[in-house]
């Protein structure tokens, strides 16, 4: 995806929501700030998650203002995003991983197998819906 290594940086913080589905794209959507400034980069690729990424099909760059940013801080705080586990012992074949990632003063990963509700759900929509992208209901796995 052409993603950066997500890496401690002083006045900057970084959100990034990776969506890995078995039969369709893989999704990423990263947003940062760093002096003020505040950017939104969405990719899409052309492959499928389970078997083979492909290349780049789609990527947005969006400018944000300083209050969509703290909006999105503010989204992902409320979630209870700090204090869930990493991870979950769920696992299956057919699905998805949604993995939110944090970098503000430490590094923080959170990586759920197709959640059907709950907070790292809701941060990926939320992400997708900054993004403008949407997806027919039968892919939202």
């Given amino acids: ?72 801080d503010h989204f992902v705080t409320q979630s209870g995003f700090f204090d869930m586990d990493s991870n979950e012992r769920l696992l299956g074949h057919d699905g998805s991983r949604w993995i939110v990632e944090s970098v503000t003063t430490k590094y923080r990963v959170v990586d759920r197998w197709s959640p059907t509700s709950g907070p790292v759900r809701e941060i990926g929509l939320h992400f997708l819906s900054l993004a403008g992208w949407t997806f027919p209901e039968r892919e939202m796995y």
Avoid at 31 to 48: P, R, T, Y
Avoid at 50 to 56: D, H, L, T, V
């Fill in 1 to 72: 995806m052409g993603e950066p290594i997500l890496r401690v940086e002083p006045g900057v913080r970084t959100y990034r929501f990776t969506w890995l589905r078995t039969d369709h794209h893989p999704v990423s959507i990263r947003i940062a700030c760093a002096n003020g400034k505040a950017h939104l980069v969405a990719v899409e690729l052309d492959g499928a998650g389970g078997y083979g990424p492909g290349s780049i099909f789609r990527r947005e760059d969006i400018a944000l203002s300083a209050s969509q940013f703290a909006d999105v």
